[in-house]
């Protein structure tokens, strides 16, 4: 299995998920599951995958659209 520190996951996703508040999260126990080895704090890449999975949001054309190409 392979894990990534709170860096990297904050740069997996652009920085747009910081260390501030992966550690936030840690305390507050929302989010995906860590493994801490000593002070060391590090995300299994399966469950991170797991959590993108969960939030991809799935587009669709709309009737209206539909009707007009016609």
Known sequence: MKY????????????????????N???MRIRSAYVK????VL??????????NKNIVVCRASKRLTMDAT
């Open 4 to 23: 990534l520190t709170a860096e990297e996951v904050s740069e997996r996703y652009r920085g747009s998920i910081s260390v501030g508040t992966l550690r």
């Open 25 to 27: 999260w840690r305390a």
């Open 37 to 40: 080895i000593g002070k060391a």
């Open 43 to 52: 995300y299994p890449v399966e469950e991170l995958e797991m959590w993108d």
